[in-house]
């Protein structure tokens, strides 16, 4: 199924961002046909003059995104109980939806960045109208990020049956909580284990 050979495509490329803990997750997850150009690539933030992710919190929040997103992917047709049709149609727009979480997080932090450094203490003092002009600029941006969000969202709900729906915003909830987890692991310096399964009616998983 092209579904799955993405799949086994952005959990080779999580791995390698993630070094040493997603090689030990790919252990157990390994996926279906690893280009092996990518295996020899040292792992982000191990690279020559760069800080370890375990010493930099907002790399190390990064990687365990990219981590987080994959096994979502990995995870969902299980824990939703969707048929394979369903999962073709489900993992690129999940995937979308996931893409544009990581931009919007990534442009709400240049722009919370950006304010820090006009209203610190070591700034030289910003007049009111660039400050109101960046508040304003953060807040349209929040505004947009609901509505884009929202509207990926749909378009991901458009292929679940009801049951499917609301089961996928407590799966999110779970995988967020795994996160948390991982995250924990990896700023004091431990391997992140697999996160637990989601379950899906009757248990299975």
Not at 31 to 41: D, F, H, I, V, Y
Not at 106 to 126: D, F, H, I, K, V
Not at 195 to 203: C, E, L, Q, W
């Amino acid at each position: 199924m092209k579904s799955i050979a993405r799949l086994g495509v952005a959990l080779v490329v999580v791995c390698v961002c993630l070094g040493q803990d997603a090689r030990a997750f790919a252990q157990q997850n390994p996926p279906a046909t690893p280009p092996p150009q990518q295996r020899q690539q040292p792992a982000r933030g191990q690279r020559q003059g760069q800080q370890p992710a375990a010493n930099n919190p907002v790399v190390a929040n990064l990687q365990v995104q990219q981590m987080l997103n994959a096994l979502v992917l990995g995870k969902a047709q299980t824990a939703l109980t969707m048929s394979d049709e369903q999962y073709t149609a489900f993992f690129p727009r999940m995937k979308q939806l996931q893409d544009l979480r990581g931009r919007h997080a990534a442009e709400r932090r240049r722009m919370l960045n950006q304010l820090a450094r006009l209203t610190g203490p070591q700034s030289e003092g910003a007049d009111d109208a660039t400050l109101d002009a960046r508040t304003k600029a953060l807040d349209d941006l929040e505004v947009k990020m609901a509505d884009d969000e929202r509207k990926a969202m749909t378009l991901v709900d458009s292929g679940l049956t009801s049951w499917q729906r609301a089961r996928f915003r407590v799966f999110e909830e779970t995988m967020e909580t795994e996160k948390l987890r991982m995250l924990a692991r990896v700023l004091k310096g431990t391997p992140a284990p697999p996160a637990t399964p989601v379950k899906g009616p009757g248990g299975r998983q």
